[in-house]
Protein backbone atom coordinates (compact mmCIF):
# COMPACT_ATOMS: atom_id res chain seq x y z
CA UNK A 1 0.00 0.00 0.00
CA UNK A 2 1.14 3.82 -0.30
CA UNK A 3 2.99 4.85 3.03
CA UNK A 4 2.34 8.20 4.75
CA UNK A 5 5.12 9.77 6.97
CA UNK A 6 5.45 12.31 9.51
CA UNK A 7 7.63 13.80 11.46
CA UNK A 8 8.51 14.34 14.39
CA UNK A 9 7.32 11.35 15.65
CA UNK A 10 7.54 12.97 19.42
CA UNK A 11 7.79 16.65 20.35
CA UNK A 12 8.16 18.18 23.77
CA UNK A 13 7.78 21.83 24.45
CA UNK A 14 7.17 24.72 26.31
CA UNK A 15 3.98 26.21 26.92
CA UNK A 16 3.49 29.35 24.50
CA UNK A 17 5.80 28.06 21.91
CA UNK A 18 4.47 27.03 17.98
CA UNK A 19 5.46 23.57 16.77
CA UNK A 20 4.98 22.20 13.51
CA UNK A 21 4.13 18.70 12.34
CA UNK A 22 4.56 17.18 8.59
CA UNK A 23 3.12 14.87 6.64
CA UNK A 24 4.26 13.55 3.60
CA UNK A 25 2.65 10.71 1.04
CA UNK A 26 5.78 9.36 -0.07
CA UNK A 27 4.84 7.41 -3.27
CA UNK A 28 2.01 9.16 -4.83
CA UNK A 29 0.28 12.48 -4.96
CA UNK A 30 -2.13 13.10 -2.35
CA UNK A 31 -4.90 15.71 -3.10
CA UNK A 32 -6.88 15.07 -0.21
CA UNK A 33 -5.36 15.00 3.38
CA UNK A 34 -6.98 14.72 7.04
CA UNK A 35 -5.82 15.63 10.42
CA UNK A 36 -6.57 13.55 13.19
CA UNK A 37 -6.53 13.89 16.87
CA UNK A 38 -6.68 10.71 19.22
CA UNK A 39 -6.54 11.47 23.42
CA UNK A 40 -5.50 8.70 25.37
CA UNK A 41 -8.31 5.84 25.60
CA UNK A 42 -10.18 7.73 22.84
CA UNK A 43 -11.14 7.56 19.57
CA UNK A 44 -9.45 9.33 16.71
CA UNK A 45 -10.95 12.65 16.08
CA UNK A 46 -10.97 14.09 12.59
CA UNK A 47 -9.58 17.96 13.08
CA UNK A 48 -9.61 19.10 9.42
CA UNK A 49 -9.58 18.25 5.85
CA UNK A 50 -7.49 19.95 3.22
CA UNK A 51 -7.08 19.32 -0.28
CA UNK A 52 -4.04 21.07 -2.40
CA UNK A 53 -4.12 24.92 -2.99
CA UNK A 54 -7.05 25.73 -0.73
CA UNK A 55 -7.87 26.51 2.70
CA UNK A 56 -8.49 23.70 4.89
CA UNK A 57 -12.05 22.52 6.27
CA UNK A 58 -12.16 22.26 9.93
CA UNK A 59 -14.85 20.24 11.70
CA UNK A 60 -16.80 21.57 14.78
CA UNK A 61 -14.93 22.60 17.59
CA UNK A 62 -11.80 22.98 16.25
CA UNK A 63 -10.02 26.52 16.40
CA UNK A 64 -8.22 27.40 12.54
CA UNK A 65 -6.25 30.20 14.02
CA UNK A 66 -5.25 27.60 17.06
CA UNK A 67 -4.48 24.54 14.54
CA UNK A 68 -2.74 26.09 11.43
CA UNK A 69 -3.29 23.49 8.05
CA UNK A 70 -0.92 24.33 5.14
CA UNK A 71 -1.39 21.98 1.76
CA UNK A 72 0.59 23.74 -0.37
CA UNK A 73 1.87 20.75 -2.49
CA UNK A 74 0.87 17.43 -3.59
CA UNK A 75 2.94 15.57 -1.38
CA UNK A 76 3.11 17.46 1.94
CA UNK A 77 0.78 18.76 4.61
CA UNK A 78 2.04 20.61 7.59
CA UNK A 79 -0.09 21.19 11.04
CA UNK A 80 0.92 24.37 13.13
CA UNK A 81 -0.28 24.13 16.77
CA UNK A 82 0.01 27.32 17.81
CA UNK A 83 1.04 29.12 21.32
CA UNK A 84 0.79 25.59 22.27
CA UNK A 85 -0.44 24.75 25.90
CA UNK A 86 -0.41 21.51 27.87
CA UNK A 87 -3.99 20.89 26.81
CA UNK A 88 -3.23 20.59 23.47
CA UNK A 89 -0.85 17.31 24.63
CA UNK A 90 -2.35 14.79 22.15
CA UNK A 91 -1.45 12.61 19.81
CA UNK A 92 -2.02 14.01 16.13
CA UNK A 93 -2.24 11.37 12.84
CA UNK A 94 -2.61 12.54 9.56
CA UNK A 95 -3.77 11.08 6.07
CA UNK A 96 -3.79 11.48 2.93
CA UNK A 97 -5.92 10.42 -0.40
CA UNK A 98 -4.88 10.25 -3.93
CA UNK A 99 -7.81 12.67 -5.51
CA UNK A 100 -10.76 14.50 -3.71
CA UNK A 101 -13.01 11.60 -4.72
CA UNK A 102 -14.59 10.02 -1.55
CA UNK A 103 -13.86 6.58 -3.14
CA UNK A 104 -10.64 6.44 -3.24
CA UNK A 105 -9.03 5.60 -0.23
CA UNK A 106 -6.78 7.12 2.49
CA UNK A 107 -3.51 6.24 3.87
CA UNK A 108 -2.30 6.83 7.34
CA UNK A 109 0.57 8.34 8.61
CA UNK A 110 2.31 6.85 12.14
CA UNK A 111 1.55 9.70 14.14
CA UNK A 112 2.73 12.13 16.06
CA UNK A 113 2.80 12.39 20.19
CA UNK A 114 2.88 16.09 21.03
CA UNK A 115 3.76 17.17 24.74
CA UNK A 116 3.33 20.40 26.14
CA UNK A 117 4.97 21.05 29.20
CA UNK B 1 -24.99 10.90 14.96
CA UNK B 2 -22.21 7.96 14.71
CA UNK B 3 -20.50 6.20 16.80
CA UNK B 4 -18.29 3.18 17.50
CA UNK B 5 -17.43 1.85 20.73
CA UNK B 6 -15.11 -0.94 21.05
CA UNK B 7 -13.70 -2.84 23.91
CA UNK B 8 -10.86 -1.40 26.38
CA UNK B 9 -7.46 -3.17 26.56
CA UNK B 10 -5.00 -4.07 27.05
CA UNK B 11 -5.77 -7.58 26.03
CA UNK B 12 -3.38 -9.71 26.86
CA UNK B 13 -3.14 -13.55 25.02
CA UNK B 14 -0.50 -16.16 25.14
CA UNK B 15 0.47 -17.56 21.20
CA UNK B 16 -1.82 -19.53 20.12
CA UNK B 17 -4.80 -18.21 21.88
CA UNK B 18 -8.31 -17.15 20.51
CA UNK B 19 -8.95 -13.67 20.00
CA UNK B 20 -12.01 -11.71 20.41
CA UNK B 21 -12.35 -7.62 20.36
CA UNK B 22 -15.71 -6.47 20.42
CA UNK B 23 -16.95 -3.59 18.51
CA UNK B 24 -20.65 -1.93 18.28
CA UNK B 25 -21.53 0.74 16.30
CA UNK B 26 -24.56 3.18 16.00
CA UNK B 27 -25.08 4.84 12.42
CA UNK B 28 -27.55 6.19 10.42
CA UNK B 29 -28.02 5.12 6.99
CA UNK B 30 -25.97 1.42 5.73
CA UNK B 31 -22.28 1.99 6.40
CA UNK B 32 -19.33 0.26 5.74
CA UNK B 33 -17.43 -1.16 8.38
CA UNK B 34 -13.60 -1.61 9.17
CA UNK B 35 -10.94 -3.07 10.99
CA UNK B 36 -7.47 -1.14 11.18
CA UNK B 37 -4.54 -2.43 12.94
CA UNK B 38 -1.36 -0.01 13.77
CA UNK B 39 1.83 -1.50 14.93
CA UNK B 40 4.08 -0.02 16.85
CA UNK B 41 5.77 3.12 15.24
CA UNK B 42 3.41 2.62 11.83
CA UNK B 43 0.51 3.98 10.01
CA UNK B 44 -2.78 2.56 10.90
CA UNK B 45 -3.32 0.25 8.08
CA UNK B 46 -6.94 -1.33 6.90
CA UNK B 47 -6.70 -4.91 8.10
CA UNK B 48 -10.24 -6.16 6.78
CA UNK B 49 -13.65 -4.58 5.86
CA UNK B 50 -17.53 -5.25 5.07
CA UNK B 51 -19.70 -3.24 2.76
CA UNK B 52 -23.02 -4.65 3.75
CA UNK B 53 -25.14 -6.58 6.16
CA UNK B 54 -23.70 -10.29 7.06
CA UNK B 55 -20.74 -10.05 4.89
CA UNK B 56 -17.58 -11.34 6.32
CA UNK B 57 -14.43 -9.72 5.64
CA UNK B 58 -11.22 -11.53 6.69
CA UNK B 59 -7.51 -11.20 6.08
CA UNK B 60 -4.13 -12.65 7.53
CA UNK B 61 -6.45 -15.14 9.65
CA UNK B 62 -8.42 -12.40 11.18
CA UNK B 63 -12.30 -12.30 10.53
CA UNK B 64 -15.38 -10.17 11.04
CA UNK B 65 -18.78 -10.32 10.37
CA UNK B 66 -21.24 -7.75 9.85
CA UNK B 67 -24.19 -8.08 11.92
CA UNK B 68 -27.24 -5.62 11.23
CA UNK B 69 -29.23 -7.37 13.66
CA UNK B 70 -26.85 -6.60 16.76
CA UNK B 71 -24.93 -3.76 14.78
CA UNK B 72 -21.92 -5.02 16.14
CA UNK B 73 -18.71 -6.00 13.67
CA UNK B 74 -16.76 -8.21 16.44
CA UNK B 75 -12.79 -9.31 15.33
CA UNK B 76 -11.87 -12.71 15.57
CA UNK B 77 -8.60 -14.89 14.97
CA UNK B 78 -8.41 -18.31 15.86
CA UNK B 79 -4.40 -18.13 16.97
CA UNK B 80 -2.86 -15.54 17.76
CA UNK B 81 1.20 -14.76 16.98
CA UNK B 82 3.23 -12.62 18.94
CA UNK B 83 3.23 -10.78 15.92
CA UNK B 84 -0.18 -9.55 16.09
CA UNK B 85 0.47 -7.30 19.26
CA UNK B 86 -0.68 -4.39 17.86
CA UNK B 87 -3.57 -1.78 18.38
CA UNK B 88 -6.96 -2.73 16.50
CA UNK B 89 -9.39 0.13 15.35
CA UNK B 90 -12.91 -0.42 14.80
CA UNK B 91 -14.52 2.16 12.35
CA UNK B 92 -17.46 2.63 10.35
CA UNK B 93 -17.59 4.77 7.04
CA UNK B 94 -18.38 4.79 3.27
CA UNK B 95 -17.21 2.00 1.10
CA UNK B 96 -13.90 3.31 0.01
CA UNK B 97 -12.74 4.06 4.05
CA UNK B 98 -13.59 7.55 4.17
CA UNK B 99 -15.72 9.73 6.41
CA UNK B 100 -14.51 7.36 9.07
CA UNK B 101 -15.63 7.69 12.85
CA UNK B 102 -13.49 5.36 14.96
CA UNK B 103 -13.41 3.42 18.10
CA UNK B 104 -11.02 3.91 20.93
CA UNK B 105 -8.52 1.19 19.72
CA UNK B 106 -7.99 -1.69 21.79
CA UNK B 107 -3.76 -2.89 22.66
CA UNK B 108 -3.53 -6.92 21.85
CA UNK B 109 -0.25 -8.21 23.56
CA UNK B 110 0.18 -11.57 22.54
CA UNK B 111 3.03 -13.35 24.63
CA UNK B 112 5.15 -15.99 23.97
Known amino acids: GAVVSQHPSRVICKSGTSVKIECRSLDFQATTMFWYRQFPKQSLMLMAT?????????EQGVEKDKFLINHASLTLSTLTVTSAHPEDSSFYICSAREGAQTYNEQFFGPGTRLTVL | GNSVTQMEGPVTLSEEAFLTINCTYTATGYPSLFWYVQYPGEGLQLLLK?????DKGSNKGFEATYRKETTSFHLEKGSVQVSDSAVYFCALGNNAGNMLTFGGGTRLMVKP
Open chain 1, 50 to 58: SNEGSKATY
Open chain 2, 50 to 54: ATKAD
